[in-house]
DNA sequence: AATGAATGAGCGTTCATTCAT
DNA sequence: AATGAATGAACGCTCATTCAT
């Protein structure tokens, strides 16, 4: 039992090792420039050992993706929990996003990619763990929306799912603007920092309940 | 003369055609799915051939972008110019940008992945042509906003360009939703139609002046 | 009559042209690296148009031999007739041949690779014009150590013919000398001039009459 | 241990029939004349595998160079020393050199295309190795100058290395005489053979000492 | 568990040349 | 005489993946 036990953690560990050293890799080069050539390479490990680790190139990709789905969660959980209002948690929510992309803009970046065209249609390894997690943050920020519903913060007319749904997509975007955009903005002498700030001030205006 | 318009009318045909079916292909396989072989085998000539009316794959791809950056840019100057009111152009905007998805979906998907970083750091045919386009949309839908600011119908604390941003990009992502999402709306007896048309009142309560 | 001279005559300076321009993009890029189309652009008339004047990409470059060799061979002529020994004959040779060299380096570079593997088993336009030259070449070589033979400046034990293929297909390669080569020679403080000179002072050795 | 050294040996055998082949094809088409196709389907296995063995095509045509280059080296050292003077080893070394040339022209020709401009500007695999070789080839023939000089057998007013590129670079091209220089020899009765031994005739008047 | 060897499929692009007009 | 359109053939190389051991 014991034995068996030490063989799994080794073999975590292991797994641990490789993806380490190839979310390395994707995030300085990107999915499609890196072979599993590079991988097995800078990973030391022959290359047929790796997918004795992970199923393909994409389980491996999705793997990393997962890990920063993971990292996210945490910490829209833990900001989240800090506010008191259903308004105040909802603004926590978008800036425990951005927070998020400012500290791990490669995670962010990896987990776009993963959700974009180039690997739809595919049946891929992880891809439901990383959908649960992606769950757990829509519930957070639905919730955040009822209480503010309840306690008044939020205009009771808006139905918490259709927000969050609006929130979350949109929040995805407005950290990766194009360099058009962002020239375009820089024109204006508006920052990205403070486009997201004063983006956050119109989702805040959107739901706000103006009656009170 | 009349000779030299011939044949480049006949020119231009060609173009046409090849641009039709290799469309077709983008549009059902994707990008990356789709080779320079399976087009030239589909339109009937020679794959050479092909090259000589356009430069690359990417010039090819991209032109066909320009198509739907071009018949975006139409639908939207001919509705928005029926408002009246600053915030109904912006809502007319809007329309208009869901218009062109529900008609064109495969144009408006090529042309967020021409967006993408699939294609970055390299100067593309037409690129130039599609960014100025994009330029006017923007304008627009600044102009509509500077008209509501002026009109009252809007707040005017508002930053026109960095609601403009806040909303083009929006709008691109709110037409797009993954299908777990679609899942989520659809529990929620949401249809996309229906939830597209939530965030646009979402939108008007993010500008519109409460106090009027 | 009048008229098809005319027309031959524009005929040959359009080809003359054509020829210019090709030769100066082979000179400046080599013949694998320059392609019809790089020509006919240069040119300023239609691909097809150039192969009225050429019957191939071939024929075009050995045209350009054909004129380096046309040079060279003039210079050879009006170089040897001054010299009063055979031995003098036979140095100026090798003198006409280096200036050929150091002031029409292309042409000798361009003759050189007409030579190689790269063509041979193929017939093409102009080669025997080109041969016919290199056997006058030959023949003045040739004509050189009769003479020097007779008058004694040079053994008799000589075969001319032998001697003459000799000197000729050596000076061909003493003024190419591959970078390892040059550096070789630089090392003892040899210029390309200076192992030049010293080579003709070997040649002279070679033939000369010692006991004379 | 031992396993690993019967695979090592294993893949070296692999490697050499590689090569064995490559190097049949090259010989009879040349180089540019073989795709790495050709070569994959003669020798059975799969074009990606002969990446496994060899870097790319030039690295497999400069170990076939290498090749015969070492092949020379021993032929020309072990020539060289039964040489009692050192215009007798100066002698020796050009046999060694028509030796080589006669038995396996194949390897000369390679060697001498590997020289050509077809492939310079490029840093390719193994020709650091054979600049090496060809260094010691130059190192032979100089050698064997100093020493005729020493023991009075050439005059001692040649310059050794000037001397030693001279022959080695008419050497080279001795061998490879074109079909009409061939003609031209032939018509004088003279046979390639009778050619280069005149030749060799020349090079000891170029150097032997008249005095002695 | 780990490896080295092997593979099939594919890629976009270029070329010299030839045709119908 | 001159053109624009069209073509077939080829090119070296890389990739993710899977075997036999």
Redesign the pocket.
């Known amino acids: 039992m014991s034995v068996k036990d030490l ?1 799994k953690q ?2 975590e560990q ?1 797994r641990k090792y490789i993806l380490d050293i190839a979310e390395k890799l994707f995030f300085i080069h990107g999915y ?7 991988i ?1 390479y800078e990973v ?10 992970f ?4 389980s491996l990709y999705f793997s990393i993706v997962l890990r920063g789905v993971g990292i996210f969660n945490e910490m829209l959980k833990s900001k989240v929990q800090a506010g008191k209002t259903g308004i105040e948690k909802l603004e926590l929510a978008g800036r425990a996003y951005f927070e998020f992309y400012k500290n791990y803009p490669d995670y962010h970046d990896a987990y776009l990619y993963s959700k974009s065209k180039r690997f739809e249609f595919k049946e891929i390894e992880h891809s439901s763990q990383i959908d649960s997690l992606a769950k757990d943050v829509m519930k957070i920020i639905c919730d955040a929306i009822k209480e503010g519903i309840d306690d008044k913060t939020m205009r009771n007319s808006l139905n918490p799912v259709q927000v969050a749904v609006f929130v979350a997509v949109t929040a995805e975007r407005i950290v990766e603007l194009s360099p058009q955009t962002l020239n375009l903005l820089k024109k204006q002498k508006i920052s990205h920092e403070k486009f997201i700030d004063d983006s956050m001030d119109l989702w805040k205006h959107m739901v706000m309940n103006h009656l009170k």
Chains 1, 2, 3, 4 share one sequence.
Do not use: C, F, P, Q
Not at 32 to 38: G, L, P, Y
Not at 55 to 58: D, L, S, V, Y
């Open positions: 063989k080794k073999k292991r499609d420039e890196v072979s599993m050539n590079d097995s030391g490990l022959n290359k047929a050992t790796i997918y004795r680790y199923k393909n190139k994409e």
